[in-house]
């Protein structure tokens, strides 16, 4: 029996859904042909602009990758330029080379230089010729402490060693005075932008002086033609006036004697 009764409302749900299906359906093919194209195109242009965002971010994604790659290689890049220089003209020279560089930045980003007072500012010759001098004196340097390895040196050795240690100091010395050189200009320049900042400055001062002379001028003017403009009577001056004509008119009365007893 509830067997019967459970198969029953099984086929009752079964009609019913068969019946809500058919009133969606037929609902549906109500909605005006015009309808459906709208939400089509909507449908469409929705998907393509999710698509959009997606393209926009993975290709955003991958510049932030490449930029960071980049810096890396570029990080790499100066280490390995950094660690040959100084392989190839040694540590402190390197460090020379390293200070007239940035000395030459400066001088090239400053003020002075941007408005021409410095000339030309194109110090890649001297950079070259520093780099050439310490190169030499540093190979000087190395073959010269394989002689002075060998056992037993000769005189000949030693004549030699100490020319060499005589050109390599003549080298260090010269590539030493051209870093200094470009160190001199770089604060040169430093004053220079000071000085010119110093100008600006003074231009300022003397403008904002001008146009308070200006306004004082212009204020003295009206105070001196308002001091000498006659006085309007003011009410403290109607006032006096009143009560000095009441003081005049019992002056009188007192005088004439009315209001007096008979």
């Not at 990080?75 to 030459?104: F, M, P």
């Not at 070259?128 to 310490?134: G, K, L, P």
């Not at 000498?228 to 007192?254: F, M, N, W």
Request: aromatic letters at 4%.
């Amino acid at each position: 029996m509830s067997s019967k009764k459970a198969d029953s409302n099984d086929g009752c749900l079964g009609m019913g859904g068969l019946m809500l299906l058919f009133l969606v359906i037929g609902g549906l093919m109500m909605i005006p042909k015009g309808v459906w194209i709208g939400l089509g195109v909507l449908a469409g242009l929705a998907v393509v602009a999710w698509l959009g965002v997606i393209v926009f971010q993975e290709v955003d994604k991958r510049k932030q990758v490449r930029s960071v790659e980049l810096e890396k290689q570029r990080k790499a890049a100066a280490i390995a330029e950094k660690q040959a220089r100084t392989e190839r003209l040694g540590s402190e020279n390197a460090r020379s080379v390293d200070l007239a560089r940035s000395a030459v930045e400066q001088i090239v980003e400053s003020r002075a230089a941007r408005e021409g007072w410095l000339g030309d500012v194109d110090f890649a010759t001297d950079i070259e010729r520093i780099e050439s001098d310490f190169a030499r004196a540093q190979e000087l340097r190395m073959v010269a402490n394989e002689l002075k390895d060998l056992p037993e040196p000769s005189p000949e050795d030693r004549r030699l060693l100490a020319d060499a240690v005589a050109a390599t100091d003549r080298l260090e010395n010269a590539g030493r005075a051209r870093v200094a050189l470009i160190a001199d200009c770089a604060r040169e320049a430093a004053l220079v932008d000071e000085s010119l900042s110093d100008e600006d400055q003074r231009a300022r001062t003397e403008e904002q002086r001008e146009e308070l002379h200006r306004r004082l001028s212009t204020m003295l003017y009206g105070a001196e033609a308002s001091a000498t403009e006659s006085p309007s009577e003011s009410a403290a001056d109607q006032v006096l006036a009143r009560v000095a004509g009441y003081r005049e008119i019992k002056r009188q009365i007192a005088d004439t004697g009315i209001g007096e007893n008979p």
